[in-house]
């Protein structure tokens, strides 16, 4: 059984992990190889230490875990572009995790968390090729809005396209949302 919960600093080695083994699997033939067999977890490990040490952070981590052993993370919070929306940053899961139910159930948790904080709106970025990512958002109610972006990361330039999710969340009112 798969559970969700908020992601500590002793976390962080498995995030580390994760990313690297998602990102290899994912993005294989839509990064450059190079780039993916560079990726060290300690690297990553480091990056989301120092997220989750961040004082005043308005944003949340969660880990989903199995049999006490992290399989995959989320992180959600206020989105920089467009502002007063929710945005999913990121979602990793272990590739022999995929296709178990534990990655809707974290992007479920997530979505929790960004209706929580009380956005109605929210988005997310992915690589146009990720056949797999954009169906599986698009089963969990999101949509491609028709926006572009080069992004980067840890590096790399790619090309992104975003989804977008109204919240289905009856608690949403009309106020602002927390952390805008």
Not at 139 to 151: C, F, L, P, Q, V
Request: proline content about 5%.
């Amino acid at each position: 059984m798969v559970t969700v919960r908020p992601a500590t600093v002793a976390d962080a080695p498995a995030m580390g992990r994760l990313v690297v083994r998602a990102w290899q699997a994912a993005y294989r033939g839509q990064m450059p190889d190079d780039y993916l067999d560079d990726l060290r977890a300690e690297d990553r490990a480091a990056y989301w230490d120092g997220v989750l040490r961040r004082e005043g952070r308005r944003s949340v981590v969660l880990v989903a875990e199995q049999d006490g052993e992290v399989i995959g993370f989320a992180a959600a919070g206020p989105s920089p572009d467009p502002e007063g929306v929710g945005e999913l940053f990121a979602i990793n899961l272990d590739p022999d995790h995929w296709g178990t139910g534990a990655g809707r159930a974290l992007l479920e948790a997530a979505q929790v968390e960004l209706d929580r904080m009380g956005f109605a709106e929210s988005v997310l970025w992915v690589l146009p090729g990720n056949g797999r990512a954009r169906r599986f958002y698009e089963r969990a109610g999101w949509a491609a809005d028709g926006a572009e972006k080069t992004g980067q990361a840890f590096g790399v330039s790619f090309s992104e396209v975003r989804y977008r999710r109204r919240s289905t969340s009856e608690a949403i009112s009309s106020a602002t949302p927390l952390g805008t």
